[in-house]
């Protein structure tokens, strides 16, 4: 059971590059997230997905999509990759979106755009 | 609107010293709030999270946390650090978002953890 693990760690891209990472979970959650960290401004919510072909808009969508073809799997894509999008990447899911339930988090992707 | 404060940037603390890492948070109805810890190049990990009942909630790494109501405070709280221990820590309050109209986690800004041998 490895829960949610995320591919690739690192990425160096240039400004304009596209890129998708992918984020996978064994744990059969319905529901996924991706959130992007900065410092001092904590976790923000970029999109998520409620269930498989399901997703919907956090906090701070913009430059970013995602899709949810298959249920364990959720890809964060950047088309136009700017230098703003420079940040660590993080996945994570849950059994549902009811407010008790923990979310569980993958080890990260750090990403640099020149 | 909802949110949360981690007053303190950095925390730092003796080994064996007891510790605390404050949060304070603002949410329209009952607040259902985590704390996670983030190691050096690792994910965040799940510590502990109060949703109703006894206001000591007690988590994994024999950490536990105080709810305070009238405060509006959910203080992590050990007994005795561990050099381990030091980590950057986050406190988040799970509360809907009219941005996106569902119920999200929205998280503070962190807190460093240092314990000094």
């Known amino acids: 059971n490895a829960g949610v693990t995320q591919t690739p760690k690192f990425r160096v891209l240039k400004t304009g590059q596209s890129m998708t990472l992918l984020c996978a979970q064994d744990m059969n959650h319905e529901y996924m997230y991706w959130y992007r960290q900065d410092p001092g401004m904590g976790l923000r919510l970029i999109h998520y997905s409620v269930g498989e072909g399901t997703t919907a808009k956090g906090e701070v969508p913009d430059g970013y999509n995602v899709s949810r073809l298959k249920k364990q799997n959720f890809l964060l894509g950047l088309e136009s990759a700017a230098p703003s999008q420079t940040s660590v990447y993080f996945c994570a899911s849950s059994t549902g979106t009811d407010r008790t339930d923990t979310q569980y988090f993958g080890p990260g992707t750090r990403l640099t755009v020149l | 609107a909802q949110s949360v404060a981690q007053p303190e940037d950095q925390v730092n603390v003796a080994e064996g010293n007891p510790l605390t890492v404050k949060c304070t948070y603002s949410?329209?109805?009952?607040?259902?709030l985590f704390w996670y810890v983030q190691y050096p190049n690792r994910g965040l990990q799940f510590l502990l999270k109060?949703?109703?009942?006894?206001?000591l909630v007690k988590g994994s790494y024999g950490f536990e946390a105080e709810f305070n109501k009238s405060q509006t405070s959910f203080h992590l709280k050990k007994p005795s650090a561990l050099v381990s221990d030091s980590a950057l820590y986050f406190c988040a309050v799970r509360a809907f978002g009219i941005q996106t109209g569902a119920n999200n986690l929205f998280f503070g800004t962190g807190t460093r953890l240092t314990v000094i041998p």
């Open positions: 949410v329209s109805g009952n607040p259902y």
């Open positions: 109060y949703i109703t009942g006894d206001n």
